[in-house]
């Protein structure tokens, strides 16, 4: 594996849980303060929902609550709540202007959901984790279906942008579209791990050359990748695809973009092995026309008004509702 690896943490079924909120009608003034983080057009978030929330969120991060200092702490706790109150309060709009969504879909999303998880098990822990029985995360389910459907409605559907918005977004941001300097090649690996003897790695090293001097005598790099090479693409030849600088590693990237294409390396030696590079095809940096990212630029500026159209959504619910806060700090 020669490209770079970046870790990519799956959040969605933490999205899904983020927003938690077991809603219970109001009741005394002093039940209240002492159960309720927040009364919302009198239906109560409790304090309960607002630190399972909390938790979650601390988990998202990597951050244990016990380490944390008490200002970032009760930052983190505040910013949660707000987004308690924000989805609260789309809620309710969708259940006054009587939004439905079906049942069937309910289930469809819940069981998508538990497929993101290794067995049934598995999603019961994470569930018993922030004390949810699987018909409460059902409801929760629910909820957010509700509020999406209630966003696509009232904002999504109304995110439209014009050909003169799109090419003036063009003119003013030509450097967020710049395409870096591009390599296609294709390679032939003799792997070899780390504890390797001396020996037995220039064993590799001279099989490469070898190699290399059957590729100067006219042999097909291609099919001499899909004989030896270690690396699995060498059934496809070798083929890398198109690569920038910083896709691959640093050894790797240096001898391929010094290559001229159709030249190929000599042995060039990497944390996976030694290699044979053919260069291909070269594309220089470039700023692509306009008509080339059309449909990038109209998803950028949608997902703009789409996100500015939520936030002001949510302010104008906010105006109109009664409020109280209880949370101290």
């Known amino acids: 594996m020669l490209r770079k690896s970046f870790p990519i943490q799956s959040i969605t079924a933490i999205i899904i849980l983020l ?28 304090k309960k929902t607002l630190d399972q929330n909390v938790t979650i969120v601390l988990r998202k991060k990597g951050l244990l609550k016990n380490n944390l200092p008490q200002d970032q702490l009760l930052e983190i706790t505040h910013q949660t709540l707000e987004e308690l109150i924000d989805r609260e309060l789309l809620f309710q709009e969708s259940r006054k202007l009587g939004l439905l969504v079906e049942e069937k879909i309910v289930d469809q999303q819940y069981e998508l959901m538990k497929k ?42 109304r995110a439209q942008t014009t050909e003169d918005e799109r090419i003036a977004f063009y003119e003013k941001n030509k450097n967020q579209f710049k395409q870096p300097e591009m390599v296609r090649a294709q390679h032939i690996l003799v792997s070899f791990p780390p504890s390797m003897p001396a020996d037995r790695k220039q064993e590799a090293r001279e099989k490469l050359e070898k190699i290399k001097k059957r590729i100067k005598r006219g042999e097909s790099f291609s099919a001499l990748a899909n004989k030896f090479s270690d690396d699995p693409n060498g059934k496809n030849g070798g083929e890398l695809g198109y690569f920038d600088r910083n896709k ?11 290559l001229a294409v159709n030249e190929v390396s000599d042995v060039v030696e990497t944390e996976y092995g030694f290699h044979l590079i053919k260069v ?43 409020i109280k806060k209880f949370l101290q700090g």
């Open 19 to 46: 927003f938690l909120n077991t809603s219970l009608p109001a009741s005394t003034e002093q039940q209240t303060e002492d159960e309720a983080a927040v009364v919302v057009n009198d239906v109560v978030i409790s």
């Open 280 to 322: 291909l095809d070269k594309q220089p940096e470039r700023i692509p026309a306009f008509g080339e990212i059309k449909e990038d630029i109209t998803q950028l500026i949608v997902q703009k008004k789409i996100a500015n159209g939520i936030k002001s959504y949510i302010k104008i619910l906010r105006d109109k509702s009664k």
């Open 248 to 258: 691959m590693v640093e050894p790797f990237s240096r001898a391929a973009f010094s």
């Open 116 to 157: 993101m998880y290794p067995d049934q098990s598995t999603f019961a822990e994470k569930l018993s984790a922030v004390n949810l029985s699987e018909t409460e995360m059902k409801l929760q389910v629910e909820r957010g279906l509700l509020i999406r459907r209630l966003i696509q409605e009232k904002v999504v559907s």
